[in-house]
């Protein structure tokens, strides 16, 4: 048995401030296995008990997990006074208070974008102590070479005299590639693709581990995925 307030309870699953909470729990919005509740000091047993608000469900989830299929133009960030942000594209019963990606893709860059409200895990997975292979598609403005191949597989320095790891570059057509690197530099394909004079017109993310992106998932949508374990054996980290 886990015992939580319930002023608590909503703000935690919902993404409302306590004090919204609060203001919802006063305006008899809110019942406990099917009664009316008011009180915000109420123990809910998030094991058991069956909790709605505005007369949805609200199950609970220490944490959630979700994979979004990231639009192009849209930012990597949890808040934005002038831009729309990935976060915006989450609907309430999912976007919580702490919900924030997990490493960030430009804004012109498509794919695989994790999110989640689990500060510990989402160290772990971007961390470069754990090597975590990040895949992509680049449709570049040229073709690929087998000297722009070799070059890569052996680590580029980027124009400003960064060293860059070894990477996988894959030709999938004369002007499009997969590109698999464990690093995170800034804008680190668009500049490694620089120094063989091509330039980068689409990145798409296609895989974080052995986490790919559903076909089935659309620009712009999401999935909420499984338990924390299960994200970590996907992506071949340890938990």
């Known amino acids: 048995m886990a015992l939580m307030r319930l002023d608590k309870f909503i703000s935690n699953q919902t993404g409302m401030s306590r004090s919204e909470a609060r203001e919802v729990l006063k305006s008899l919005r809110v019942t406990v296995n099917g009664v009316t509740e008011k009180h915000y000091d109420y123990k809910v047993d998030t094991d058991k008990d069956a909790v709605t608000v505005n007369g949805v469900s609200v199950s609970y ?67 470069p102590k754990s090597m975590v292979e990040k895949e992509y598609v680049a449709e570049l403005d040229g073709d690929i070479t087998e000297d722009c191949i070799r070059s890569f597989s052996e680590g580029v320095t980027l124009a400003d005299g960064t060293k860059c790891m070894p990477v996988v570059l894959k030709r999938i057509k004369e002007n499009v590639a997969s590109i698999t690197i464990c690093e995170g530099k800034y804008h680190q394909i668009k500049r490694m693709f620089g120094t063989a004079g091509l330039g980068v017109n689409g990145l ?13 998932l659309a620009e712009g949508e999401y999935m909420v995925l499984e338990s924390r374990e299960e994200l970590l054996e996907k992506i071949s980290l340890n938990g």
């Open 61 to 127: 989830n220490e944490y959630l997990y979700i994979l979004m299929n990231k639009p192009k133009g849209v930012l990597t960030a949890t808040e934005d006074k002038r831009q729309k942000t990935v976060l915006d594209l989450l609907s309430d019963d999912v976007r919580r208070k702490d919900m924030a990606p997990v490493g960030r893709l430009d804004k012109d860059t498509t794919g695989l974008l994790l999110l989640t409200d689990d500060g510990k895990t989402a160290h772990k997975i971007i961390s």
């Open 204 to 216: 798409t993310r296609i895989r974080i581990g052995g986490l790919c992106l559903p076909e089935c």
